[in-house]
């Protein structure tokens, strides 16, 4: 999955380029990506597709996300540093890339409070 190396500049402008998007926005690119070039159809269809390119991603890396100390004190701000720290976790994961960014910019748009609740509040408990 990795594309390349970037600099961390690079990964800023395409954070924040993402964060300034919408979710349907963000969705389509994802789901884009999933078709590797090849002629996708209608918007729904790149949505729904997006949807299934993000739900097999986070599914890997829920645990790392949720389970890492920078992410959880970033949820409490603004959604860049959020995003920043998301992506860090799963750069580490993935590898580098622009699909990434997306990725790291949807969990933080979409709740990553919510995707981590139950992690949180358990360890919250001990």
Not at 54 to 74: D, G, I, M, P, W
Not at 105 to 118: N, P, S, W
Request: proline letters at 3%.
């Amino acid at each position: 999955m990795a594309e390349m190396s970037m600099s961390p500049e690079e990964v800023s402008r395409l954070l924040r380029d993402a964060l300034a998007k919408d979710e349907n926005d963000l969705l389509s690119e994802l789901g884009e990506n999933n078709y590797l070039g090849s002629v996708p159809g209608t918007p729904a269809k790149l949505i729904a597709s997006g949807k299934e390119w993000l739900q097999e991603r986070v599914s890997k890396v829920r645990f790392k996300v949720c389970a890492n100390k920078t992410v959880r004190s970033a949820a409490e701000g603004d959604l860049f540093p959020l995003a920043q720290a998301i992506w860090m976790v799963i750069a580490e994961y993935f590898g580098q890339s622009k699909a990434l960014a997306t990725f790291a910019a949807l969990l933080a748009k979409q709740g990553v409070r919510d995707l981590c609740a139950d992690v949180w509040d358990s360890n919250d408990e001990h």
